[in-house]
């Protein structure tokens, strides 16, 4: 049986803080024409609203730690602001958008971050995608929007990373789609030299991924994003795009493709 | 054909208040075996959130009014994180709820209040409800849970009436359902005395309502819930009961119950 082509596009903070970029990703994102599924990131309004609520960012050794005061501001406005504004905006332009958190017809199931060195506080590992009940809802035309917001089907709500969701969505529905994974943010792709914003590296295979990292090429921001690719890659997802905002209207060449092989 | 029985709920401001009334309350329902829809209002957090940012309520001639910063303090708390909390629970308890905002699958579509004496800023009417896309959801055993946010199909989002959405939902769903309407609050009943908390009148027709509203026996605050009430029974909803958490577990025989004759 031939799958139908599902596109699962994740896009980061910088263009969701930038009110008119995103309203021309979204443009972008609604006039693609095969069952897309979109996952964003936070942005920084969380920690405006933290600043404006006089929450202290907690960190410890230098990472930022989901405290119970820090989650119900990510739940507040990845869950509620962002994501219910970017379905406002993406029904205006006919896409019949339905934002969802994980824990939204238990689509997104996730564990708490078991306490190894650092505790990371309310911060959500995914263990399962309803991959079954995101289906139905492409089959009847919707659009699923997903918020970096996972549960633990406790009661629990978590704070997970959106490129990992995005991710671990790409498997999941690549039971039943043809699954593309384009990972959407401020760069062209994957630099060879991030003083040139054009040094583009197109295409990266496994080999040259670790020839990449283990000389060091690769900056250490990028490799957690390129781990969770390959492991799409390697867990049957068809194909994985990294680049800007042009990289879904496909007008635009200069991109990073991974591939198995 | 004979229409399958649904029962819808709104829960108001004092149960979200209260988180072990809370919970108590999403047992009750969880364990609710027909298909169900849960409304629910806002509660204090919006105000206690909106202060701990130093945001001042605005308000004309004594009324609440949505300005932009209000809509975004609502936006959250209510579509964020109450809506993603409640869906958390019941997804803990079993009851495979789904969090929507009215932009979400455009499931409750509104106009922003037409000015007349008080501009009420992002304040929403009901125009439809895409009662369709509920009995898919319902249909899958999934149980809707809304917040009071609707949209304009404009990239607008609006501030609703909990009780508003409610009753226009019923009524929509009443297309396809059998459906019982309960509004749950901290009251018994409607009380024929506010002082005797016992006073609960367990029947008011259509004639009977008008006799206690002219009769000035119902409160002001109530005038609203039961216009709402009565407008749902004129236009097919088949049962409407008005009641404290106890209401839905059918233990308690003190409630209101409205009927048109």
Redesign the interface.
């Known amino acids: 049986m031939i799958k139908q082509k599902l596109k699962i596009v994740k896009i980061g903070g910088n263009i969701i803080n930038d009110e008119a970029s995103l309203y021309s990703f979204l443009k972008d994102f609604a006039d693609l024409k095969s069952p897309k599924i979109l996952v964003h990131g936070g942005g920084k309004r969380a920690n405006e609203?933290s600043e404006?609520?006089?929450l202290q960012p907690k960190t410890i050794a230098g990472r930022r730690v989901t405290d119970e005061a820090t989650l119900?501001v990510v739940?507040?406005?990845?869950?509620?602001?962002l994501?219910?504004?970017i379905?406002?905006?993406l029904?205006?332009l006919d896409c019949?958008?339905?934002?969802?958190?994980g824990?939204?017809?238990?689509c997104i199931m996730a564990h708490k971050r078991i306490v190894a060195e650092v505790d990371y506080g309310f911060a959500g590992d995914v263990d399962a995608v309803n991959a079954k009940?995101i289906a139905?809802l492409l089959q009847?035309k919707?659009t699923p929007v997903f918020c970096a917001?996972t549960?633990d089907?406790?009661?629990?709500?978590l704070n997970t990373n959106a490129d990992t969701i995005a991710s671990e969505m790409a498997i999941a529905m690549s039971n039943f789609y043809e699954v593309e994974l384009n990972y959407v943010f401020e760069l062209k792709g994957v630099l060879e030299n991030m003083a040139d914003k054009n040094s583009v590296i197109q295409h990266i295979n496994l080999k040259k991924y670790e020839q990449l990292t283990e000389g060091g090429i690769i900056s250490e921001g990028m490799i957690p994003k390129l781990h969770n690719c390959f492991n799409a890659l390697k867990k049957g997802v068809q194909k994985v795009n990294i680049g800007d905002a042009s990289l879904i209207k496909n007008t635009n060449n200069l991109f990073t493709t991974l591939s198995l092989k």
């Open positions: 609203i404006a609520m006089g119900e739940t507040m406005v990845y869950a509620g602001l994501n219910k504004m379905t406002a905006q029904q205006k019949n958008a339905l934002g969802l958190s824990a939204d017809a238990n009940f139905l009847n919707v917001i549960h089907k406790n009661g629990q709500l």
